[in-house]
């Protein structure tokens, strides 16, 4: 009863909403990248709220399944097969032991997520089952590592997102919407022309991008007045900081939890999702909102991701969508073989 | 006396700053102001800890609304009693430190720096006690200081791709226990045998803002003798 990594790649990692309260520990909140993917799972395999998923970054994987159970594919657009059957991301299907998903490339987008129904069996560590980066606190993703779950031999048909306005499952797809940026604790070190530089600037995100951080480029450079003497301060994912270079680099959701370099504003938490899907190379404008608009957009965006489920639908495909029709096992995962046998 | 001035943190935190510069008051006063919320604040209050010179206050918006907590925390620095803020109560540890050549590789670097003498260094980090100023950079990663300030020497400009867990680094007139395997820009000047971090552990934290430390040399074959004997909760005493 059990998913067992054939390959993955080393910067994978399992994750979850992330940790509360973890700050004086010196850990940060951690959790998912793309934290809506899994909403997406949640409503998709009708758990009552996101657990644990696998996040490949970069590059896929491929898993093995001992028992059967329901799985989702939600985050970045992928190319995956289950056994030789394409699945396509944001949505769910059945799988019988023995099946082996495997997700060949990440097409848009840098995080996809496997999850499956009512989540793995990991020891949580600080309300969470997310790994800590530094310390073997949960299980390290590996080719050969085993993930527990629990089976589930239900198996509605395979479904799909078909969301809706801010829910539509879009956000991999690369965007020019600026990202919303609220003033923080040390705004105020940067003078109010830099500022303005600041939110007038075309940025470009760099290929320096992981878990802790997103580096960004532009022509121009920022500084904090007397930059050199900040004392280092608490940190949270979306924070701004100004490197020693005086390029913007955004802190994300495996950061420090304190840093010693200024920090213009945060980039709002709805989203940071979307800049960490982003391509390496894409434009990038930062708006100024207030934190009350950015609290109401918080609360219209978990709004949304608490009626996902009323946006799953069957899925239905045009067949000219389809251009290898004929090869499909149309009812492998779909329905039990062996209960319309003895139906009949 | 320091007068602190709250801040937004993000949608659902707010932070308390003494001032903008690090001094042992100011850090005192963070430390000691995020014992006192601990017992002010109601259940609203989901997170409450102090980095060097501020505090970090988390709500649950949906039992305390943003303005009401505001309020609530800028009522708390405008009654509070200043004095009370100027001493911890932390617990103290006696902490074991080989300074042996082969533990401290970067110690003839750092007597450079300082323009002090081998012995003149190690006598003063085994004479004066530093307090737990931050816990960071690492899980239960302590920053102690303030060191005399014949201590201020700027980070090195290259960094060490790792020094061992439990190294003791030097830098900015502050000392550091490596909780991990891990890079520095601070001068590694010691070994201790001490665990900061233990996940298992309850806490999982062998220290908290507020702790006074002091350090007696060891040597190395008792730096191992501590290493192999002893659970890493027990290399220290406190009193």
Known sequence: ?344 | MLHPTLHAFGTDGFLIRFGEDLTQDANTAAITCAEQLQDHCGTWAIEITSALISVLVRFNPSEISPQEAERALSQFIDAIDTKSLETTQGRRFSIPCCFDPEHAPDMQDFCTALNMSRSQVIDTLTSCSVSVLTLGFAPGQPYLGLLPEAFFTPRRSAITPQVPKGALVSAVQQLIIYAANNPTGWYHIGQTPVTCFEPKATPPNMFRAGDVLTFHACSASELKQYEAQLSPFEVVHGA
């Open chain 1, 1 to 344: 009863m059990a998913l067992e990594i054939l390959s993955i790649s080393p910067s994978a990692t399992l994750q979850d909403v992330g940790r509360r309260a973890s700050v004086a520990y010196g850990i940060s909140a951690g959790g998912a990248m793309d934290q809506p993917a899994l909403w997406h799972a949640a409503s998709l395999l009708r758990d009552a709220a996101p657990v644990a998923a696998i996040e490949c970054a970069g590059q896929g994987g491929t898993f093995r399944f001992t028992s059967p159970t329901r799985v989702a594919l939600t985050g970045a657009e992928v190319r995956a097969k289950l056994n030789d059957t394409p699945v396509r991301a944001q949505s769910a299907f059945s799988v019988q032991a023995g099946d082996t998903l495997s997700i060949s490339a990440l097409t848009h987008g840098n995080y996809a997520y496997v999850s499956v129904k009512g989540g793995f069996a990991v020891p949580h560590f600080l309300g969470s089952q997310s790994n800590v980066p530094t310390l073997d606190t949960g299980p390290k993703l590996a080719a050969g590592m085993v993930l527990e779950y629990s089976p589930c031999a239900f198996a509605p048909p395979n479904c799909f997102h078909t969301g809706s306005g801010t829910t539509k499952i879009t956000h991999c797809k690369p965007s020019h919407d600026p990202f919303r940026v609220i003033p923080g604790p040390q705004t105020g070190f940067f003078s109010q022309d830099t500022i303005n530089l600041f939110f007038t600037t075309l940025f470009e995100k760099g290929n320096r991008g992981d878990r802790m951080g997103i580096e960004m480029h532009s022509t121009d450079t920022f500084s904090a007045n007397n930059q050199s003497n900040i004392v280092s301060d608490f940190t949270q994912a979306g924070d701004i900081q100004m490197t020693g270079a005086g390029q913007p680099y955004v802190l994300m959701r495996d950061c420090q939890t304190t840093g010693g370099y200024p920090r213009i504003g945060t980039v709002v938490s709805v989203d940071l999702h979307r800049l960490a899907q982003l391509p390496a190379g894409h434009d990038i404008r930062f708006t100024s909102v207030t934190i009350d608009q950015a609290r109401q957009l918080e609360s219209a965006h978990h709004k949304n991701l608490m009626q996902l489920r009323g946006m799953v639908g069957p899925m239905v495909r045009h067949p000219k969508d389809i251009p290898n029709l004929l090869s499909y096992q149309l009812i492998s995962g779909v329905i039990s073989a062996t209960d319309a046998k003895d139906d009949e």
